[in-house]
């Protein structure tokens, strides 16, 4: 197990994950409205399986990670794609989000410092159009981490039940489970979030 904060042996230890369920369950729901690509931001993006999967459905992606070794082999993955890829080396809380139909977060929004998240989420709610969605993860109160780091951000569930108010919150799934953190087992206490504006 690597260290936490280690991305680089993180990448070298997915190296052969597929794309989430998350990412999948989105997509399915576009496509049954006839709505089978469009344009996407993937904040945290790591080394761009979800980014991929998008890019292979046709979708213009905007991938955004922290590491220049993510970007790398995300770019190494999928090839030279031209226009329909856009990569940027950045904090996600740093970059502007352009206007999308879909704001993928995939395990990266806890990352994000609390002290700048709200501004953040603003970002991204106002990023996303009319009939657009939100697909990613927060990470819940009873998560190990969310009393062991201070960088981070975690929330009680009808707080992040309220991020989106106003939003049609087509799934929210709460799981629980110990299992590999980094260099350690932990608890992991994760919400799965698919919300449409």
Known sequence: MTERGDWVGYYDEQADREP???LLDVLRRFEGEGRGRGQAVDLGCGQGFETAELLRRGWDVLAVDATEEGIRRLRRRVGDVG????????RMEDVDVPPVDLVHASYSLPFCRRSVFPRLWDDIRAAIRPGGRFAGELFGDRDTWASTEDDMTFFEIDAARALFDGME?????????????????????????????
């Open 83 to 90: 226009p329909r890829l856009r990569t940027v080396v950045s």
């Open 169 to 197: 919150l087509e799934s929210f799934d709460e799981e629980e489970m110990e299992d590999d953190g980094w260099s350690e087992m932990k608890h992991w206490h994760v919400y799965h979030v698919i919300a449409r504006r």
């Open 20 to 22: 989430r369920d998350g």
